[in-house]
């Protein structure tokens, strides 16, 4: 079989938990390689997902490393049993790879949770006030380049509206609100789009306005991805030199604990829209 040329972060977990559940057995690779009746090459491959796995595979290497978490053996078997390519894959090679990553993931979620500081979630932004972000962008994008992103980001807001949409959570602070990227215009655009998007029953938008008596966090963005069962959940956290996938469940466990106390000073979404549509006024 040939080597995956690149392979996704979602099918690279696929390695990463059975690495963790081997090492939580206290098997060497080489122990594993002889139980498997194959080689320490193989278990390495396979953990580094430098190659495809089975279902089948999956379950019988967890039957090896003892693993009695079978809803975790369920999930991990399905990831590898499933071989669809997304529509995502049309940018491979166009867009970096962390961008793929981002759009599988969302599609996979069964639920999102994401907070923004000073600006709006991806999943909630129109094509204007997009365009006026990336063409911010540092280093500086072409403008080919700054379309390409705008119609994956555009894509990428299927997940909210499809048949069976994903339950999404999106905490935002008023900063955010009164920011004006792309220009009044673009702004008073933006600020409508939001409110009638919170409107959708599978959208909780919360605000934590200025007056607010905590903020706990950093300040940076936050996206929590749910996977079918909580050992496989997601954290990706934006900084200035790019995105980073956390899948610790010491760090899933505080990301979640931020995201908690963050709704916890939050506006509800109907105040929130109120605060929304008063500032939209104001623009």
Known sequence: MAPRSAPTARRLRIGVELRRMRERAGMTAAEASRSLGTTQAQISNIEANRFGISADRVRTLAHIYGCT????????????ADRTRGWWEEYRDILPP?????????????ALRVTQVINFPGLLQTPE???????????????????????HRIKRQAVLHREQPTSYTAIVHEAALRMQFGGRE????????????SEQ?????????????????????VD????????????EVDTAHGSELI??????EKYRLVLDRM???????????DLIHRITQDT
């Not at 709704?263 to 979404?269: C, F, N, S, T």
Request: aromatic share 6%; proline share 7%; charged share 20%.
């Open 224 to 235: 929590y991805f749910h996977g079918p069962v909580p050992a496989l959940d997601t954290v």
């Open 129 to 151: 006030h997009a365009r006026a972000l990336f063409r911010e962008a540092v280093p500086a994008l072409r403008p080919h380049e700054i379309e390409y992103r705008i119609s």
């Open 98 to 110: 962390r961008l793929l990553d981002l759009a599988e993931m969302e599609h996979h979620a069964t």
């Open 69 to 80: 978490d079978q809803p975790l053996v369920d999930a991990l078997a399905d990831m590898a």
């Open 247 to 252: 899948d610790a469940a010491g760090q899933l």
């Open 201 to 221: 029953a599978n959208i909780s938008l919360r605000v934590i306005p200025f007056d607010g008596t905590s903020f706990p966090t950093t300040g940076h963005a």
């Open 186 to 197: 673009v702004a008073r655009a933006q600020l409508k789009h939001l409110a009638e998007t």
């Open 263 to 273: 709704e916890a000073v939050a506006l509800k979404p109907a105040a929130s829209r």
